[in-house]
């Protein structure tokens, strides 16, 4: 398992689509002797075969085949920052660093909050939905 052995990127499905200003496609990376490829490797790899900016290339969704050796994946190659972030769903441009992720309480606790507000009514809801203080 050699983290320096060479990879081989081949793309099939290519479009470029205006409507959305980028070009997408289906990408084949062949990689024997490595368990898998990152993706900051991959953007690396496909922003000088596209000549692009490596933070224009979005990649998603690869699947490693079985016995290794092979993944296949989807990727983007935006023409501008602008339509990538008009376009790109917001988890994505978290991950690629354009969006800041916005901290939010667990979905059991929002939920917990929720129905311990349902058994009030008024101003008294705003205290329900506090946590509890727990008493010794």
């Given at each position: ?17 205006r409507l959305l ?50 993944s296949t994946g ?63």
């Amino acid at each position: 398992m050699d983290p320096s052995a060479p990879i081989t990127l081949r793309t099939r499905k290519f479009i470029t689509n205006r409507l959305l200003a980028r070009r997408q496609f289906v990408v084949d990376v062949l990689h024997p002797g490595r368990p898998n490829v990152s993706k900051s490797e991959l953007n690396e790899k496909l922003a000088t075969i596209y000549k692009s900016d490596k933070t224009r290339v979005v990649t998603f969704g690869f699947r490693t085949h079985f016995g290794g050796g092979r993944s296949t994946g989807f990727a983007l190659v935006y023409d501008d920052e602008a339509s990538q972030k008009k376009f790109e769903p917001r988890y994505r441009l978290v991950r690629s660093g354009l969006a800041t992720k916005i901290e939010k309480a667990s979905r059991k606790l929002r939920k917990e909050r929720k129905n311990r507000s349902k058994k009030f009514r008024g101003t008294k809801k705003s205290k329900a939905a506090e946590p509890q203080k727990k008493a010794k």
